[in-house]
């Protein structure tokens, strides 16, 4: 998998991360996670080959769950974090609301 930009990619010891530096790594390997879901689920969606799916599937679900680690640990360390979540995903509810979608994605 490409690596993103890291400036301690391969470097230990020289010094330690400061917490913003921290929480910038963290969303990098949330952003890491993420798109090795989106690997794994496409190369179980392009085959035919039924072990290979199943590996392949359980394999991105295996990454959601570090996902979800990284979210969990970024909520803790800041403190407004959930805060900003909550108001992303209140604003999709109005606008799925004033689809009338019930957030289903398709008109009732």
């Known amino acids: 998998m ?3 930009v890291n ?3 391969g470097v230990v010891g020289v010094r330690k ?3 913003r530096e921290l929480t910038r790594a963290l969303r990098l390997s949330l952003a890491a ?3 090795a879901i989106h690997l794994y689920e496409a190369l179980a969606d392009a085959t035919d080959n039924a ?3 199943a590996v392949l599937q359980d394999i991105a679900n295996e990454e959601k769950v570090h996902a979800g ?3 969990r640990l ?3 360390l800041l403190a407004d974090e959930e805060k900003w979540l909550a108001e992303g995903a209140e604003e999709v509810d109005d606008i799925a609301e ?3 979608s019930g957030g289903s994605g398709k008109e009732t």
């Open 98 to 100: 004033g689809l009338g």
């Open 33 to 35: 996670e993420e798109e």
């Open 7 to 9: 400036p301690f990619s």
């Open 51 to 53: 072990l290979a799916k």
């Open 74 to 76: 970024l909520n803790i």
């Open 2 to 4: 490409p690596e993103f």
């Open 17 to 19: 991360m400061d917490e």
């Open 69 to 71: 680690e990284f979210q």
